[in-house]
């Protein structure tokens, strides 16, 4: 048994089969660690963060259209976009189609005593990020108010905004439903802080990222401005001191579509070409947005220009599978993609999703290899790990010793090591739209975090590593080949693949099971053994297992069994049994629009208890999304509690049975039995 000699001589370096990577022979590692280039996606790179990328935009397009011709370059003929209407009446599963927004002019002026501009305050052509996205068209003059937070009505007490520009530190769409809706504000300006990481509002210079509420009853503008200017502003009012302000901007929603580049390499195997990896990015976001997300859309164009120079130079042979590669706006794009194009979405069998991929050292990123969630087990999460970590291990060599085979350096990037994380499923982008249960797609996620400059004007391209960006490329494009490529033959490797991280990831969960208790801690491990299970039987979304394979896996198991020894007593299931609404397919993230809220009312929602619940290693809306994706029609209630329990820490099992009932009352879920 493979499992013995795997347990005695197991060290994360160890390679995994003959080659120096698992499933991918040598020379085809050396093909990609030749041909991949960081400059080569840097430029691309560039040239999108000079576009101020909102969904359905004029510059969307342009990146868009920009993809499509490099692509058609690199040899791809059926380069194409695909387009789906977005007006805000249409629907996508659960995301309700957001109207495209456009903005021609917007500038924000300080006005001295006798109404003159005397100071610009925010200027659209010079930096577009200082307007919030969904603004519309208005030219007021009014004073400026001091509403705090703004987010709460005690912030308004005593104070007449009526007319008035109100300024905030809370993001503009929260002000816009008390300021505007309720109090009759004229607009915002709001100093919304960077997102909360060891660096939240350590730079006053930043300017970050606003958006209005797209379905807004009260459209508004709102300008963004840094959190030093918003200080000055904020100390002058305090002493009394008027400040008169004019807002001037034409912009606005309109109807349009969301706007997908995409083209494949075609299968080569006539029973395998009908099944699809795909490449996943999304290319939405206000200029800059150099890191997020243009070096995801770069990378990948890279990647395809890469797979396509190597096939057609016959380095590398053509792909068993189709290879699809898919630039959409970030989330509401792949929803509209997989809920409007249902044959496809059939015949995708893995994804791998690239979200900020190129952070230099200024970032003060790191880099992570994301694992799907884990109410979907698979292999190809310990294919990716492998591939990071035959990476890291490279990496590491060569900033060391200055010698590695494989160091993917580029030629005008860093030489540090990669040191990249392997972890279990974040949620924040479209990952997390494949993987839910209204598809099943597992997804390979590889993304930075943190960012100290993410959704700022500093996210620029100066920033961004090439040598990230090759080694970035490598991990998608070597999982990809894999992937497309694998079939019975490789059932061995497999089995050994998951056997090894099968091991570390049981270590991990004693670990964990020895902080709960003896109840909560049986009910850890039992998860993992099940979870393990799992991770061989999906081999089978991908090919039929040889019976050596099977064998080795169910004796693998046993031992595992004995390993971990697991209390198998445990109480009776109980409660309703849920499966999903296959006529409304999608996760609760929607962009712009809450499912729940919508067909529920807001105070209903604010008292799910599981949405804002604290738990272990997850929050809300990781115990909100599994809880989604364990509905699987066999599950009971106590079941799917069970299983939140073991994925993110213990929770009270009312809080589960509440936001499954709700869930149903909203027609995510249907009663099974």
């Known amino acids: 048994m493979r499992f013995a000699t795997a347990l005695l001589g197991l060290t994360l370096s160890a390679p995994l089969v003959a ?136 912030d308004y007490t005593g104070k007449d905004v009526k007319g008035k520009i109100v300024l905030a530190a809370s993001q503009a769409g929260a002000v816009q439903r008390l300021a505007v809706e309720k109090f009759g504000a004229a607009g915002i300006v709001s100093y919304a802080a960077n997102q909360r990481t060891a660096w939240w509002k350590q730079d006053e210079t930043l300017v970050r990222w606003g958006h209005l509420e797209t379905f807004s009853s009260s459209p508004t503008f709102a300008f963004m401005i840094s959190l030093g200017d918003a200080r000055a502003l904020r100390t002058r009012l305090a002493k009394g001191e008027s400040i008169r302000l004019h807002a001037m901007v034409k912009a606005g929603q309109h109807p349009g579509s969301y706007d997908i580049a995409t083209a494949t390499i075609p299968g080569s195997d006539l029973q395998l070409r009908d099944e699809e990896i795909v490449y996943s990015c999304h290319l939405d976001h206000p200029r800059p947005g150099a890191n997020d997300n243009a070096s995801g859309c770069a990378t990948i164009l890279e990647v395809a220009r890469t797979l396509r120079k190597l096939i057609d130079e016959k380095r590398i042979p053509p792909p068993r599978r189709t290879i699809r590669f898919v630039w959409p706006p970030e989330i509401e794009g792949t929803m509209a993609l997989l809920n409007g194009k249902p044959e496809l979405a059939s015949r995708i069998k893995a994804a791998i999703h690239l979200d900020m991929v190129g952070g230099g050292p200024e970032t003060k990123t790191i880099f992570h290899v994301t694992r799907g969630p884990a109410s979907l087990p698979s292999f190809a999460y310990d294919i990716a790990a492998a591939i990071g970590a035959f990476v890291d291990e490279q990496s590491s060599q060569y900033a060391m010793t200055g010698t590695a085979k494989w160091p993917l350096v580029a030629p005008e990037g860093g030489r540090d090591a990669l040191r990249a994380a392997m972890v279990p499923l974040t949620l924040g982008s479209d990952h997390e739209v494949y993987s839910a249960s209204s598809w099943g797609i597992p997804a390979i996620y590889l993304n930075d975090w943190p960012d100290r400059f993410i959704h700022t004007n500093a996210d620029t391209a100066a920033k961004i590593d090439p040598t990230k960006l090759k080694r970035a490329g490598f991990i998608a494009a070597a999982s990809g080949l894999v992937l497309a490529n694998t079939t019975a033959a490789d059932a061995a490797a497999i089995v050994s693949l998951i056997e090894e991280a099968a091991l570390r990831r049981a270590a991990e969960a004693r670990a964990q099971s020895r902080d709960l208790s003896a109840a909560e801690g049986s009910n850890r491990l039992r998860f993992q053994l099940a979870y393990e299970a799992q991770m061989f039987e999906s081999m089978g979304r991908f090919f039929t297992p040889t019976p050596a394979a099977r064998s080795e896996a169910a004796e693998f198991m046993m031992t595992l069994r004995a390993l971990l020894r697991a209390q198998s007593a445990q109480a009776p299931p109980s409660g309703l049994v849920y499966r999903r609404n296959a006529a409304i397919r999608g996760s609760l993230d929607a962009f712009g629009y809450d499912y729940l809220e919508a067909h529920l009312g807001g105070e209903r929602v604010g008292k799910l208890a599981l949405l804002t619940f604290e738990g272990l290693r997850g929050e809300g809306g990781d115990y909100a999304y599994e809880a989604l994706n364990l509905a699987n029609g066999s599950r009971t209630t106590s079941e799917i509690g069970d299983a939140l329990s073991a994925i993110y820490g213990p929770i009270p099992q009312e809080g589960v049975d509440r936001f499954l009932a709700a869930a149903a009352e909203a027609g995510l879920l249907a009663k099974a039995r």
């Open 19 to 154: 080659g120096a990577l698992p499933l991918l022979p040598d020379s085809q590692v050396t093909a990609l660690a030749s041909e991949l280039s960081g400059e080569s996606a840097k430029r691309n790179l560039e040239s999108f963060s000079r576009l101020h990328r909102m969904r359905g935009s004029r510059d969307f397009r342009r990146a868009a259209d920009q993809v499509v011709s490099e692509l058609k370059r690199y040899g791809y003929t059926d380069a194409h976009i695909e387009q789906f209407p977005a007006d805000g009446t249409i629907f996508y599963g659960t995301q309700r189609s957001r109207p495209a927004w456009d903005a021609d002019f917007a500038e924000l002026w300080e006005l001295d005593g006798s109404g003159n501009p005397a100071a610009r305050l925010a200027s659209w052509e010079a930096a577009p990020i200082t307007l919030a996205e969904d603004s519309a068209t208005a030219d007021v003059m009014a004073d400026l108010i001091d509403a705090g937070d703004g987010s709460s009505e005690s």
